[in-house]
């Protein structure tokens, strides 16, 4: 007798990407943390930055309806996530750099700190044109309903996800300057 799987196959193509994405965000913040990579450290992280993916994916189905109508939601989120590996490469070579680098030398390159902030923008625009492709292509919309639906995709999941990432942060730093 064969044993059911513990995830459904439907379920299962629906996570593993976004649970990718989560696992590589762990991985790359233990190593820029603590410049070692264990499992002790990168599970927990990953488990706290499973929010991107479930931002990302909350956003996508408020953002587009051709989405919400498709027959296989799961895989409607598989093939989204399929256009993240340019930011997961960034987040792996970025923390490769840094957890080989000493902290010092980091942080002397006051005229080289740029180099992090120019790939990333180059980062989201390739995502952003693999983003497009996914709504043109994979959910065959016009070229109008693809630009609106992944601009209004971006903007919930950006302003989501940075509030929650900055806001704690963000209060404080509020709460100092006006001396509270």
Same mark, same amino acid.
């Given at each position: ?67 919400? /109508? #498709?027959?296989? %939601? ?8 399929? *256009?993240?590996?340019?930011?997961? !490469?960034? @987040? ?61 995709? /971006? #903007?919930?999941? %950006? ?8 806001? *704690?942060?963000?209060?404080?730093? !509020?709460? @100092?300057?006006?001396?509270?």
């Amino acid at each position: 007798m064969i044993p059911k799987p513990i995830i459904p196959s439907a379920a299962w193509t629906g996570l593993r990407r976004p649970l990718l994405v989560a696992l590589v965000l762990g991985c790359g913040m233990s190593l820029m943390d603590a410049r070692v990579l264990t499992l002790r450290l990168a599970l927990p992280t990953a488990f706290w930055w499973t929010y991107v993916p479930m931002v990302e994916i909350l956003a996508l189905f408020a953002a587009c309806p051709a989405a919400r /109508r #498709a027959p296989s %939601w799961p895989r409607i989120v598989d093939r989204y996530f399929m *256009g993240h590996w340019p930011t997961l !490469l960034w @987040v792996m070579a970025l923390a490769g750099c840094l957890a080989f680098i000493p902290p010092i030398t980091v942080l002397s390159w006051q005229q080289r700190i740029s180099v992090p902030f120019d790939s990333a923008l180059l980062v989201i625009a390739w995502s952003a044109y693999i983003d497009f492709q996914f709504f043109r292509r994979g959910l065959k919309q016009s070229a109008w309903h693809a630009a609106r639906d992944l601009l209004v995709q /971006r #903007a919930i999941a %950006w302003t989501v996800g940075l509030t929650i990432f900055v806001g *704690g942060a963000g209060y404080q730093t !509020l709460a @100092v300057r006006l001396g509270l």
